[in-house]
């Protein structure tokens, strides 16, 4: 009978993982606790997959390579039901499950992370006040995030603030609950201890995530200074890139949800206790994470209380100046991955697809791709140096997206569609409006993204079909706008999209300056004819690149 495999620190004493082709890390993990206990190095807030799946991976590699001694901090201030769920049954420990192309299961690599040191909540009154604690310790050189975009977000969609964030303004540090409101309070503990020198690093998937970073904690050190809560010293602290920096970055690797085909690969090794689940703020938190083997993190070199050695963990992190980091970002998000992506998200919807990878089979979804990252992105791309664009394009369209190991969907890519529009093509626009040789008129593909969203925002399919949309910020709104539109009916398309086409919020220009808002009108007006119209529009327009 195969012997369980219990993922604790007992369990890791047992000689089964071996045999199930799982390593086990390579450090005394006692000896770094009490360092990190001690002096901590390291605070990262935002506990979900990307943070188990790469910075605790890549701190594990130094770890192991003797060139720290202490762990990360992970502090959760969202979804602290992650950290009931997934951290403290398993000692904060996870399973990795690196799923490489080409392969089978020799190609899949599983290794258990153990860098972090200790897991907290920031609801829970004693582990916020353990968080106090560390940001006024010497040793502390980093507090990094992983919140998502809107975790920065201040205000709601007519600019006023939120509620929660009105409240933290006039309560003050002691009284601050929402997410910012709170790491505003920690740095005015660090303030109060010092001024003493910290970096922190936004390591979400955004643009200028440094700025956005620094505009929230900088917004309640500013409000808090007018409102006498605190000493304008401390405004002016925040401000001192020479004691606080808030470095950009760029990071880079496909994260999907807990995939069922991964548990069930681990509750054959014998692993015991992995069902996971989802928690009641919608999570999906399992103790493995399953992720691709491609990686990058380039992160602008700014770190007033000294530099974690990261580059030194493996392949693909760069510490560079803040015009390469935004390079880098742009080629990433505005060319090489991110509108590939969400062209996948809405014509995956539409066209019935659950998996990424199977997009990649079909010749016309290739074939948009190809037209929207080579032939309309590259001409415009800026080549960071230390990364090649048309490299990078490469692995993403032959090794990453057809990785058939990946259990990433449509559906997951879909959510936020409103929020990424504008950063995700919105540069390749303006680029276009200011180049001398190119021009927008020519553009074929991106126009055809931004009918499709106005397609999928409808809920149904090519066969007619209806479909759940995925969650975003401005559906219910723009849902109400297209409720005179179906399939078969266009109706009045000017009137109805107009107001959107001509608003850059929503594609970073205005598309009836830049030339488009006719022909995405055109397009979607196609697209609605009847059932199998989707397809062929689509395949239409990617016939010149077949």
Known sequence: ?????????????????????????????????????????????????????????????????????????????????IIDRVFAPYDNLSLLVTLKAGGKSGKIEKKVIASVARALRLDRGEDLERVRTIFRQNSLKMASFTITEKGYALTGP?????????????????GAKSYMGVIAALCHERYLAGEKPLALVSMDNCSHNGDRLFAAVDAFAQGWAERRLTDRAFAEYIRDRGKVSFPWTMIDKI???????????????????????????????????????????????????????????GPGVFFTERETVDRVEKMKVCTCLNPLHTALALFGCLLGYTRISDEMKDKDLRGLLELIGRREGLPVVTDPGIISPRTFLDEVLRVRLPNPYMPDTPQRIAVDTSLKMPIRFGETLKAYQKSETLRTADLEGIPLVAAAWFRYLLGVDDWGNEFTVSPDPQY???????????????????????????????????????????????????????????????????????
């Not at 000017?494 to 009108?521: C, I, M, N, R």
């Open 158 to 174: 007519e600019g006023a603030l939120s509620p929660r964030a009105a409240a933290d303004m006039e309560a003050g540090p002691l």
């Open 255 to 313: 994260t999907p949800r807990p995939s069922d085909e991964v548990k069930a690969l681990l509750v054959k090794d014998g692993l015991a206790g992995v069902e996971g689940g989802v928690t009641a703020k919608g999570t999906y938190a399992a103790p493995f994470v399953n992720a691709e083997e491609c990686q990058y993190l380039v992160i602008e070199d700014s770190f007033p209380a000294g530099r974690p050695p990261l580059e030194k963990a």
């Open 1 to 81: 009978m195969k012997q369980a495999l219990l993922l604790s620190n007992e369990g890791l004493r047992g000689r089964a993982w071996k045999k199930a082709g799982i390593g086990l890390p390579d450090f005394d993990r006692e000896a770094m606790i009490a360092a990190t206990n001690k002096a901590p190095e390291w605070i990262h807030f935002g506990a979900g997959n990307i943070f188990r799946a790469f910075p605790a991976a890549l701190w594990q590699a130094l770890l192991e390579k003797g060139l720290v001694k202490t762990g990360v901090v992970v502090a959760e201030g969202y979804d602290g039901e």
């Open 476 to 546: 219910d709104n723009l849902a109400n706008r297209l409720s005179g539109l179906r399939l078969g009916a266009a109706g009045s398309i000017h009137e109805t999209l107009g107001p959107v086409l001509s608003d850059p919020a929503f594609f970073g220009v205005d598309l009836y300056e830049a030339g488009l808002g006719v022909k995405v009108e055109n397009l979607f007006a196609r697209l609605v004819q009847g059932p199998g119209a989707v397809r062929a529009v689509l395949k239409k327009t990617v016939s010149c690149v077949q």
